[in-house]
């Protein structure tokens, strides 16, 4: 990504002391960042595209959850409990000697 001047002088100008003090007072904003009063720096915040997807709802994942329980053959959760308890069992510590 390539700045433009306008682009940097739209940022706030702050000092590297100032900047280095407190960087999360800029996270939404940017700065430019100046030393001895000549921007050396521009700090720019990164929109995180993943943020503006809709994320689902408690009661979406809730009916996701109940339409995947009704589409499970009954028989094989059974058999696949059958064989997890028969695991963890199997696993048990012996009594102490």
């Known amino acids: 990504m390539t700045l433009t001047a306008a682009d940097v002088d739209g ?3 702050v000092p ?3 900047f280095k003090a407190n960087p999360a007072r800029y996270l939404a904003t940017g700065a ?3 030393t001895h009063g000549r921007v050396s720096a521009a700090f720019l915040p ?5 943020a503006h997807e809709t994320e689902p709802t408690l009661q979406t994942t809730k009916a996701q959850l109940r339409l995947l329980s009704r589409l499970v ?3 094989a959760v ?5 064989r ?3 695991s963890r069992d199997a696993d048990a510590v012996p009594d102490p000697r």
Do not use: Y
């Not at 990164?46 to 993943?50: H, Q, S």
């Not at 059974?78 to 059958?82: L, P």
């Open 11 to 13: 940022l706030p100008h």
């Open 16 to 18: 590297l002391s100032t």
């Open 32 to 34: 430019a960042i100046t």
């Open 46 to 50: 990164v929109v995180d595209d993943a």
């Open 73 to 75: 053959d009954r028989k």
């Open 78 to 82: 059974a058999d696949e409990r059958r």
């Open 84 to 86: 997890l308890s028969v």
